[in-house]
């Protein structure tokens, strides 16, 4: 068998730090055989400068919107942000077909190797057959108007059959997925939940104010998205809930939930979920730092979040809200506004949690004997990252 020997100033294997003098071996192909002290592994290591770290996990994206790459302008704010997408999408095919190859390759490159994609097309159904990266398809489906959530259900499910016809188990790697707590009526939600083999979904939650003033009080910026949209919603009378409780229990016990963005996520937020008898079985909070900075949303309170023992995981939203592709460009951007927090507890949310929150942990996140996690060297300032495995 030929072996792959790897050796760096620093060796982080998911979990923890390693002694420098660990050497990490993997088969050929890129198979964790084993983790052992320098003078027991024998010839043929490759010694290199930085962190040794398992490959990175983008938990959310949206790779068919890679064509809006630099269209959108920045700090447009929540509402004439969404505005600008809706009216963006429809582009020549061909020019978002290049665009989904190009951003694909950027994710390679960039080190990531598992993505949770969002998906209103199967635009990327041909480059995911090719299986360059692992994916798990969030088909997402939106409607506010409860009489079209039987026809918005089953536009979505088309598009569903066409990536499971991908996969011989197509609900581990597939599921059909609310988008927002403020674009999905109840029965649409009622629909998503209780679809066959739907156990991980995700949702865009509390990206912005304007969301909670829309849940709680039923009023605010999002009634000018409607208004937009040209879509009537003067039946909407909110639930006078907390924004969290308002939705959150549409979800079934036996389903993990993904909430991504949780820039306006409070500490009666965290309170709720800590306390309330919640049916959902894992809840992990996808922080995308880049893309709340371009729209022009604030941070979520990370130090909040960790102070709830939350499981953060990174993700990279689209080129439409992001200048690239790239998780260790969102660690740059939490190390920068949040200088305390290690690079330890960094790289595990980019790689560990990102793993188990896609369900792939069996497969990718840490550097344990039969996975083929992709070995990455980072530098020890995450200023760069290059891909080895
Ligand atoms: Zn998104």
Redesign the pocket.
């Known amino acids: 068998m030929n072996y792959r020997k790897f050796q760096a100033d620093h060796l982080f294997t998911g979990y923890e730090w390693l002694s420098n003098n660990s050497v990490l071996i993997t088969s050929a192909e890129g198979e964790i055989v084993d983790i052992v002290p320098a003078e027991t592994a024998g010839e043929g290591i490759s010694r290199f400068t930085g962190i040794l770290s398992p490959g990175f996990v983008n938990c ?1 994206c ?1 790779l068919e919107l890679s064509h809006m790459k630099g269209i959108i302008p920045e700090k447009t704010g929540m509402v004439d942000f969404l505005v600008k997408v809706i009216q963006q999408r429809g582009f020549d095919a061909e020019i978002i077909k290049n665009a989904i190859e190009d951003a694909e390759n950027s994710m390679l490159q960039n080190g990531i190797v598992a993505v949770g994609d ?1 998906c209103n097309t199967p635009n990327t159904v041909e480059l995911k057959k090719a299986g360059r990266l692992l994916y798990h398809n969030f088909i997402e489906t939106m409607g506010f108007i409860e009489g079209t959530a039987l026809q918005r259900f089953e536009a979505s499910r088309a598009v569903y059959d066409q990536f499971a016809r991908l996969y011989r188990n197509p609900a581990d790697s597939n599921s059909i997925v609310p988008h927002a707590p403020y674009s999905v009526s109840a029965a649409l939600f009622q629909l998503i939940t209780r679809f066959p083999g739907n156990h991980l979904l995700t949702i ?1 939650s509390q990206e912005s104010a304007a969301e909670r003033e829309f849940i709680e009080k039923g009023a605010g910026d999002f009634h000018r998205l409607y208004q937009a949209l040209g879509i009537d919603i003067s039946f909407y009378k909110p639930t006078q809930q907390q924004s969290l409780a308002a939705w959150l229990p549409n979800f079934l016990p036996n389903q993990s939930l993904i909430l ?1 963005h949780n820039t306006n996520t409070n500490r009666d937020d965290l309170e709720y979920i800590a306390h309330c008898p919640l049916p959902i079985a894992n809840l992990f909070f996808c922080v995308c730092p880049n893309a709340n900075e371009y729209i022009g949303n604030p941070l979520p309170d990370v130090d909040l979040l960790r102070a709830y023992k939350a499981a953060i995981v990174v993700g990279t ?2 080129l439409a809200s992001n200048r690239q592709l790239n998780i260790l460009a969102e660690l740059q951007t939490l190390r920068h506004h949040y200088p305390h927090i290690e690079i330890k507890e960094l790289l595990q949310w980019a790689t560990l949690n990102g793993a188990k929150a896609l369900e792939l942990d069996d497969v990718i996140g840490s550097f344990e004997m039969g996975k083929t996690p992709g070995v990455l060297v980072v530098n020890e300032d995450l200023s760069k990252v290059e891909r080895l495995v």
């Open positions: 959310h949206h969002i865009h991504v939203d689209s």
